[in-house]
């Protein structure tokens, strides 16, 4: 089952699940054992979250569900970790990435009918050292990975063209929420620019991994406005196509209603 979900509510502060005995037992067996350098990892399938973003993730595999408990019954912060290998249900450590983003529980819900979802929000990038045996979910020691936040000329200038690029694209989407429109505008840290924006575009789950994975802000910027010029093009292709569309059925309906005006007026006139 896919580990992910756009249905789940956001809410400010942590909610403790209904869990499980067993899974209450094997997080009272953790609690003592897990190191402070060790962090439970959750894989998921086809999404990427970027460092201050708010995702809901549904999870569907007992793994993550202990993992999940874990993190949130410590009020510790998870690790998300992308899937190379899709299709796998199990997930080994070789079919994860190896650069992910930490993330904090904002809350923790287990609904009536028994699926677990979770509310978290991306805290920073991280880098895995080595996965750790011997728990009941995927465990990591991580190495933190810091955000450079030169604020140098060329770096401003790219942050500038950033923000007006995506509110090029915004523009072009239907139905955007004034939120999102007022979080470009005020981004002022060029990796939030970068991230945010990164978030919101409909790219390739590998692009958005290639962006998280890119560590230099320079590189990340122009690698994220390539894309927006991209996808800026196909909005506007899309969107000439769709007037076409429009124009071409709201002409043959017109013509339809002329041939039958046309006719009615011959019947009339005999």
Not at 136 to 159: K, V, Y
């Amino acid at each position: 089952m896919q580990d992910q979900s756009h249905r789940a509510d956001v809410g400010p502060r942590p909610v403790t699940a209904k869990s499980a005995p067993a899974a209450e037992e094997s997080a009272r067996t953790t609690e003592a054992s897990l190191p402070d350098d060790v962090i439970c990892i959750v894989p998921v399938r086809n999404v990427v979250l970027f460092p201050g973003i708010v995702m809901p993730l549904s999870l569907g595999r007992a793994k993550s569900i202990a993992a999940a408990q874990e993190a949130a019954r410590g009020e510790r912060p998870i690790g998300v970790l992308l899937q190379r290998v899709a299709e796998a249900d199990d997930p080994a450590p070789e079919q994860l990435y190896e650069v992910g983003t930490l993330a904090g529980i904002l809350r923790y819900v287990t609904a009536p009918d028994g699926n677990h979802h979770i509310v978290c929000q991306g805290q920073q990038r991280f880098r895995v050292r080595d996965f750790v045996p011997g728990y009941p979910f995927l465990a990591a020691r991580i190495e933190r990975i810091d955000e450079p936040e030169a604020q140098t000329p060329e770096i401003e200038a790219r942050l500038f063209a950033l923000k007006e690029r995506a509110m090029e694209a915004l523009q072009l989407l239907p139905q955007v929420p004034p939120e999102l429109i007022n979080a470009v505008q005020s981004a002022a840290s060029p990796s939030i620019g970068a991230d945010l924006v990164s978030s919101f575009m409909d790219l390739k789950v590998e692009e958005k991994q290639e962006i998280l994975e890119t560590v230099d802000i320079r590189r990340r910027l122009d690698r994220v406005l390539e894309l927006l010029r991209h996808r800026i093009e196909v909005l506007k292709i899309s969107r000439d196509i769709g007037q076409q569309t429009k124009d071409a059925v709201e002409g043959r309906q017109r013509e339809y209603i002329l041939r039958e005006q046309m006719k009615a007026i011959q019947k009339e006139l005999g």
